[in-house]
C-alpha cells in the first residue's frame, strides 16, 4: 500500500518600506518586483501581500509572506 504524505511548508516574511508622502504612500513597483523575483528565484512562493496601516487609511509597510516546501 502506498501512504501519501502532506506536504510540510516552510514559511518566511519580508517587509517592505512604504515610502511616506503627504499625498498619501509611495510604492517603487520596480523594488518590489526586484524582491519578488530574487526569493522566488530561491524557490519561494508568494502567498500574500499584507498592508500594514498607520491609521486613518494610511499604508506605513507592506509584508510579503511567502513559502515553499521544507527540507525533509
Known sequence: ?????ATRW?????????????LGPRIEPS???HHLNQF?????ELVSM???NAGEGRTCDLV?????PAAA
Open 10 to 22: 516552510e514559511y518566511i516574511t519580508l517587509k517592505l518600506d512604504v515610502d511616506r508622502f503627504v
Open 50 to 52: 499584507i498592508d500594514v
Open 64 to 68: 510579503a509572506v511567502f513559502k515553499r
Open 1 to 5: 500500500m502506498h501512504t501519501l504524505q
Open 40 to 44: 522566488g528565484g530561491d524557490g519561494w
Open 31 to 33: 523594488q518590489v518586483s
